[in-house]
């Protein structure tokens, strides 16, 4: 039964790694944009969220609230003032240009918040359970999955099944041929940001009530949610978030051979299935 | 005479150091259908890239409607009511027909053209709305394109090359389509190799050779030989 347990633990920890995943996977699907930034604009959000929390009273739930619209804004005029002067037939700009953020956000982070962990506080929600069976289900893991299951539902509503969505694959198709049908590259972009970012937001906050975070810790959560998209194949949302899975159970199986093979598991897993499917595993976009 | 819809002063225009237009003078007036022909590499398309605004900074040397548009980006182009069908169909490949024509349509200028007008214009291609783009013959394709630029209402549409790659009975159709399209109070400019297609439908022809106009005149007037010298550079 502990591997039953474990297999159930790892997939709902897979909620979490997908939402990390969702956002880069949406960024490079519209733009081509890797944004080796996105692990630290996860600790922006945890940050923000840890600020509105002790500054209101609010629950880090109720917090998203205002969270959200704050990274979706933040991103919007990111993407306009500086990510779309990067953009073009050379991918090597943005790489250093999103570096280049990611080393500027730490050092603020340690500015304004030291470098000692910090972690919101959820109050009962992180430690209510249920049982199914003999499986105590943390509530906490539980809502994780879920949200990141609606967001990810949500997000392939968005892309096919309204205009907006529309504009999006356009754009991402022929950037110079989606001009022609009145769409402003950079707007679209901008709007491409924006969601992402709102999606990190709901991340960001997740993280930080489910574990402690420091001004270092993007880099790890930029890997985990490169590794659920490739795992998942690039251009498919539920795909990201059936690498999220893939990567969450092989860290919690690999746990529980031995704890300190956690992470390195994963990573094999990744490995595994990068060498037997190059593309992911369901590489297509989906309708 | 009214002033024209659109008038090009002494277009220049530039792929870095290559210069692919000089000094290009043209008019086009409301109404009015005329076609551009010329060997590969005479400039059709880098022309009409400029007025369509892929090719910025060409000043105050194209007017629509009087005003500069040269330097105003694709999309603020097309807002005026300039439509592009670009060489090669060009249609976005991850949407499916229906979803390539309401990217079209997303301006929402008025004007007769809707899905629906589309649909009765290619029946076809409401046969077909759900397809992905990728999974049309070239003709269907072409149709589409012809469609997508339709969905914007324009008051000018440029064609690019709309026979190029197609089957002769493909052609056929879709010029037989023509009169009904501009025939709507529309202003066309169409580039096209097969010059007697392009006169058969123009009202005027101009031809271009490396860059510069070396004939312009009535489509119905204008005599072979004056074609082959100014379209070859031989007498």
Known sequence: MDWVNALVQGTLLGGLYALFAAALSLIFGVMRLVNIAHGDFIVLAAYLGLTVVMSTGLHPLLALSLVVPMMAGFGYALQRGILNQTLGDDILPPLLVTFGLSVILQNLFLEGYTADPQKMDAGLLETASVSLGSLSLGILPLLTFAIAVAVIAGLQFVFYRTALGRAFRAVSDNQEIAQLMGLNKRHIFGLAMALALAVTAVAGVLLGIRTSFDPTSGGARLIYGFEAVIIGGLGNLWGTLAGGVILGVAQTIGAKIDPGFQLLAGHIAFLLVLAVRPNGLFPRVSG | ?235
């Not at chain 2, 297609?197 to 031809?207: F, G, I, N, P």
Request: charge should be negative; glycine fraction near 12%; charged fraction near 15%.
């Open chain 2, 1 to 235: 005479m009214p002033d024209p819809i659109l008038s090009l002063d002494g277009l220049c225009a530039h792929y870095g150091d290559f210069q692919a237009l000089y000094g290009v003078n043209m008019t086009l007036n409301e109404g009015e259908v005329i076609s551009i022909i010329g060997a590969n590499g005479a400039g059709k398309t880098t022309l009409l890239r400029s007025v369509s605004g892929l090719l910025t900074n060409a000043g105050s040397q194209i007017r629509y409607r009087g005003a500069s548009i040269g330097n105003l980006r694709a999309d603020e182009v097309a807002a005026l009511g300039i439509a592009l069908v670009p060489e090669g169909r060009q249609l976005f490949p991850s949407l499916s027909v229906e979803e390539n024509l309401l990217i079209g349509g997303r301006l929402n200028r008025p004007g007769p053209w809707s899905l629906q007008s589309v649909f009765e214009l290619f029946p076809i291609l409401q046969e077909r709305r759900t397809a992905p783009s990728t999974a049309l013959s070239g003709g269907q394709q072409q149709m589409v394109a012809i469609g997508r630029a339709l969905m914007s209402n324009p008051e000018l549409i440029l064609f690019d090359e709309i026979s190029l790659g197609l089957a002769p009975v493909i052609i056929k159709s879709i010029y037989d389509a023509l009169p009904g399209i501009v025939g709507e109070g529309m202003s066309a400019v169409i580039v096209e190799q097969d010059i007697s297609k392009a006169l058969s439908v123009s009202d005027r022809v101009y031809c271009l050779m490396e860059g510069r106009v070396t004939l312009e005149g009535a489509s119905q007037t204008i005599s072979r030989e004056a074609i082959s010298h100014a379209y070859f550079g031989i007498e």
